[in-house]
T-cell receptor
């Protein structure tokens, strides 16, 4: 079974802190994605990566950056957390061939106070 | 830009009923369509993936259909149970297969 894990289920940070959200997949997937989910706005893509050291902006990249130094790991970075970044963050991964099916992690509920 | 709409936004049914959740999308040039389940505060669980060349997929009490030409998909749940209570999300893959666009979800409550 594909497994996508996220470093924390719940996280509370203060405004202005630098925050790292980690995602690891064990299926040798080329593609990895970060989404955020908010009530009334649904799931929105923040960033994605097709390969190591490659990244592409999604629909809402402002205030975020990403890092992919190893194929299995994709990190989302909030350089200076703000209260409007309080959200559920979901990571996903997929192969870059075949069905392209995306597999999701359990999510990280981030609260910025 | 692809837009995905799910109707109804919320649904409450008594246990044992058969029900249909609807999903529509504006751009029919899709690669695949996927239905997910999400329990409160949790991640997404994949239910069914329908490839663009397929018309339907079945898993247990679930059946999903796809009509690309009309931009619609339905998720049929037979003999609903309280454990089916969750939010159901429809998502379509773009033509290249590498990007997902999600609908807003249908929140389902099955009452015992």
């Amino acid at each position: 079974d594909v497994k996508v894990t996220q470093s924390s289920r719940y996280l509370v940070k203060r405004t202005g802190e630098k925050v790292f959200l980690e995602c690891v997949q064990d299926m040798d997937h080329e593609n990895m994605f970060w989404y955020r989910q908010d009530p009334g706005l649904g799931l929105r893509l923040i960033y994605f990566s097709y390969d190591v050291k490659m990244k592409e902006k999604g629909d809402i990249p402002e205030g975020y950056s990403v890092s992919r130094e190893k194929k299995e790991r994709f990190s989302l970075i909030l350089e200076s957390a703000s209260t409007n970044q309080t959200s559920m963050y979901l990571c996903a991964s997929s192969f870059s061939r075949g069905s392209y099916e995306q597999y999701f992690g359990p999510g990280t509920r981030l609260t910025v106070t | 830009k692809q837009e995905v709409t799910q109707i109804p936004a919320a649904l409450s049914v008594p246990e044992g009923e058969n029900l249909v959740l609807n999903c529509s999308f504006t751009d029919s040039a899709i690669y695949n369509l996927q239905w997910f389940r999400q329990d409160p505060g949790k991640g997404l669980t994949s239910l069914l993936l329908i490839q663009s060349s397929q018309r339907e997929q079945t898993s247990g009490r679930l059946n999903a259909s796809l009509d690309k030409s009309s931009g619609r998909s339905t998720l049929y749940i037979a003999a609903s149970q309280p454990g089916d209570s969750a939010t159901y999300l429809c998502a379509v893959y773009n033509n290249a297969g590498n990007m997902l666009t999600f609908g807003g979800g249908t929140r389902l409550m099955v009452k015992p």
